[in-house]
Nanobody, 122 residues
């Protein structure tokens, strides 16, 4: 059974930091592109950061709005992907989702976590 379980969200003041974790199980984690997305009520889900599968250069990609503040990383031995969020702003408030994606056999394997709320407010 495929599972992506996010944790680490919460309430933080502007300028603060949070570290999100996403623990994966039920699939070959190391072979998947891992990403973090976020969504605000009434808005579309937007890509925040992505990191390549094992065997490729990590070469993380970031949304312009988080460059220099957020860092994505992965530990393939622990089947976990992280998002370190620093210098948080109120506009970072959203539900953050973990995503696993891989193309194989002519199709796509695409998995989502249940999301974790991040609220940046004084």
């Amino acid at each position: 059974q495929v599972q992506l379980v996010e944790s680490g969200g919460g309430l933080v003041q502007p300028g603060g930091s949070l570290r999100l974790s996403c623990a994966a199980s039920g699939f070959d984690f190391s072979s998947y592109l891992m990403s973090w997305y976020r969504q605000v009520p009434g808005g579309e889900r937007e890509l925040v950061a992505a990191i390549a599968p094992a065997g490729l250069s990590p070469n993380p990609n970031y949304a312009d709005s988080v460059k220099g503040r957020f860092t994505i990383s992965r530990d393939n031995a622990k089947n976990t992907v992280y998002l370190q969020m620093n210098s948080l702003k109120p506009e970072d408030t959203a539900v953050y989702y973990c995503n696993a994606l891989r193309g194989r056999d002519g199709g796509w394997y695409n998995y989502w976590g249940q999301g974790t709320q991040v609220t940046v407010s004084s």
